[in-house]
Nanobody
Framework: QVQLVESGGGLVQAGGSLRLSCAAS????????MGWFRQAPGKEREFVAV????????YYADSVKGRFTISRDNAKNTVYLQMNSLKPEDTAVYYC??????????????????WGQGTQVTVSS
């Protein structure tokens, strides 16, 4: 089992920044991926960013490319999502997720094995 705990959400004005954290514990693996997804009220859960566990490759949704950065601290078993130039349309509950093996369909939330509880991000205009 893997436990994921997100933190760092909050209320911010448009143009501002937030950094989300996802602390992982439990079963470890040197492969797979750690992703960030978000879900706004009445909408499907959507892909935001992913980091491949081996090699550090990263991929982003077009809507956040150039504004968000995914990174990790191996010593702390923590993955971060730095969000800059936030827009009201970024408002959602943000989730981190862990997949124990890599997949090219990393953008599909159904392909992930473990999920955190989510953290609310609200961007005011």
């Amino acid at each position: 089992q893997v436990q994921l705990v997100e933190s760092g959400g909050g209320l911010v004005q448009a143009g501002g920044s937030l950094r989300l954290s996802c602390a992982a514990s439990g079963r470890t693996s040197s492969s797979g991926a750690m992703g960030w997804f978000r879900q706004a009220p009445g909408k499907e859960r959507e892909f935001v960013a992913v980091m491949r566990w081996s090699g550090d490759s990263t991929y982003y949704a077009d809507s956040v490319k150039g504004r968000f950065t995914i990174s990790r601290d191996n010593a702390k078993n923590t993955v971060y999502l730095q969000m800059n130039s936030l827009k009201p349309e970024d408002t959602a509950v943000y989730y981190c997720a862990r997949r124990m093996g890599w997949t090219i369909t990393f953008y599909n939330h159904r392909n992930y094995d473990y999920w955190g509880q989510g953290t609310q991000v609200t961007v005011s205009s």
